[in-house]
C-alpha cells in the first residue's frame, strides 16, 4: 500500500505525464506498478486482477461513448463497434502508442516470447485501465486521456463501407486471400444462460479450422453479421495494416 | 431530459426509497423510466441502450468487489463467480425482490409473454443500473444497497461445495436427472479474436443438444470448470430452488 521504490516511481511519473495527467493526481502508484508487472516478473502482485477490473472499466467507457455520442445506434450496432475498441489488437496498438511496453516489467522466459507481446501489452493496457479506475473509483483519469481515441475509432468503424455489409465484405476477403467461404456455426443460447435477449443467438465463423470471430445477436442473422464483422476487421488489420503491429 | 411525467415520478420514488436510496439524490428520472420501459412500450425511449451500459456497470461492480474483498482468489475463481453473479437467473431474482415488475411498462404483446420475463426483469435490473450510473458517473447510487448482496452470493459461491469440484458435480447431476454424461466441447481462440490469455481456450457444455453453459480459461482443464460449474450452478437454481423462479 506504501508505493512503490522511488526508482521504479519515477518511471511511473514518466508514463502518467505522458497520458497528460498530473503526477499530483490522486494515483495509487502501487497499483500502477502492480499493472505494468507481468506474472514471469512475478507470481503474486502481477497485472492479473487489476486486468480483470479493467476489462470491465473499458467496456463501461465504450458504452457511456456510445450513450454520449451515438445515440442513434442500435445495440447491435454498439456491440460491433465495442467489439473492435476492447479488442486484443486495438488495446495493444493503444498501449504500443504511449510506450507501455518500456515500462513493462517482464521475466526472462516472457522476454524471449516475442509472439505473446500484443496479447501481454493488451492485457497490461487493461490493467491499467483497473489500476486508474481504482485511483480514485470513477473515470476521471482514465476519460480525458482515451475517450478522445476511442471516438475517433468509433466514428471510423460506422464509416467504413464493411460495416454496412459485413457478411459479403468477409466473404470477398477469404475468397481472395484463401479461395474459400467462411463457415458459420450459429447456436442458441439456453435460456437460463444467456445474458439477455440481444444475446439469444451465438455465431461463429471459422475458416481453415480457425474460428475468426464470434457475435452475438437477438437473430441468427443478426449474431451472423456480428460475428462477421469482428473476423473481417481483424483479418484486415493483420493484413493491410502492418504498422498496427507490435514489435 | 425534463425528468418523466409526475405520475410517473411517484412511481419511481417509491422505488428509490425500496433502494434505500434518497429521493433528493442527484437521479436521472428521465432515464430511470426509460429503464422501466420495455420495446413493447415504447420503440425508441425503451431500456435496450441503457441495459447495454447496465451490463458493464454490474461487471465492474463485481470486480470491484471482488478486488476489495477477495484478494486471495485467482482470475479464474473470479471469472467463475462473476459468471454466477451476473447471469440472467441472478440479476432477474434480485429485481424481483425489489419488485420491479411493479415499475416495469410493458405493451401488450410482453405482458401475454410470460416465458420471456425472467429476461425482461434481468434486462430491466441492468438497465436501472446504467440509469443509476449515468445520473453521477460513478456507482455511489448503486454500491450502497447493490454489494451487500453480492457480497453475500460471493461468498456464498466461495463455500459451495461444486466450486471445488465442478465436474464431478455437474456429471452426478446430469447422470441422475437424465442418465446421460455432458457432453463438452473446446476451441482455442484465434489469437487476434482472443480477449487475453485468460481465454485462451472456451469450453462449452452440452447435453440433449442443449448448451448448458460456457466457459473461458487459460487452459482446456480450466475452461471446462468454469462451463461445468456455469452449468452446474444454473440447473441447480433450476431444479431445487423453485422459490428463485419469478412468476
Known amino acids: 500500500m ?17 497520458l497528460g495527467l498530473s503526477t499530483t493526481a490522486q494515483i495509487r502508484w502501487d497499483l500502477l ?14 497485472y492479473e486482477q487489476l486486468e480483470f477490473a479493467g476489462d470491465s472499466v473499458v467496456r463501461l467507457l465504450v458504452a457511456v461513448l456510445l450513450w454520449d455520442n451515438h445515440a442513434q445506434g442500435t445495440v447491435g450496432e454498439w456491440s460491433a463497434i465495442r467489439s473492435v475498441l476492447v479488442s486484443d489488437r486495438n488495446l495493444a496498438t493503444l498501449a504500443a502508442q504511449y510506450g507501455l511496453d518500456r515500462f513493462l516489467l517482464l521475466g526472462p522466459s516472457a522476454s524471449k516470447d516475442t509472439q505473446g507481446q500484443e496479447s501481454r501489452l493488451a492485457d497490461a493496457f487493461e490493467a491499467l485501465l483497473g489500476a486508474l479506475y481504482l485511483s480514485t473509483s470513477d473515470l476521471s483519469l482514465i476519460q480525458p486521456w482515451l475517450t478522445p481515441h476511442l471516438q475517433i475509432q468509433a466514428a471510423q468503424v460506422k464509416t467504413d463501407p464493411a460495416y454496412q455489409n459485413y457478411k459479403a465484405a468477409l466473404q470477398q476477403w477469404t475468397q481472395a486471400t484463401y479461395q474459400q467461404l ?15 435477449q ?12 480457425q474460428l475468426l470471430g464470434t457475435g452475438k445477436g437477438r437473430s441468427i442473422k443478426a449474431a451472423e453479421k456480428a460475428a462477421a464483422y469482428t473476423a473481417y476487421l481483424q483479418l484486415q488489420s493483420l493484413t493491410i495494416d502492418p504498422q498496427s503491429t507490435v514489435d
Chains 1, 2 share one sequence.
Do not use: M
Open 182 to 196: 467462411p463457415d458459420y456455426r450459429v447456436q442458441e443460447n439456453f435460456s437460463q444462460s444467456r445474458p439477455n
Open 33 to 46: 506498478d502492480q499493472a505494468l508487472t507481468h506474472s514471469s516478473a512475478a507470481a503474486d502482485a502481477n
Open 198 to 209: 440481444n444475446e439469444r443467438f451465438t455465431a461463429e465463423v471459422w475458416l481453415q479450422g
Open 2 to 18: 506504501s508505493g512503490c521504490p522511488p526508482q521504479r516511481r519515477r518511471q511511473l511519473e514518466k508514463l502518467i505525464a505522458r
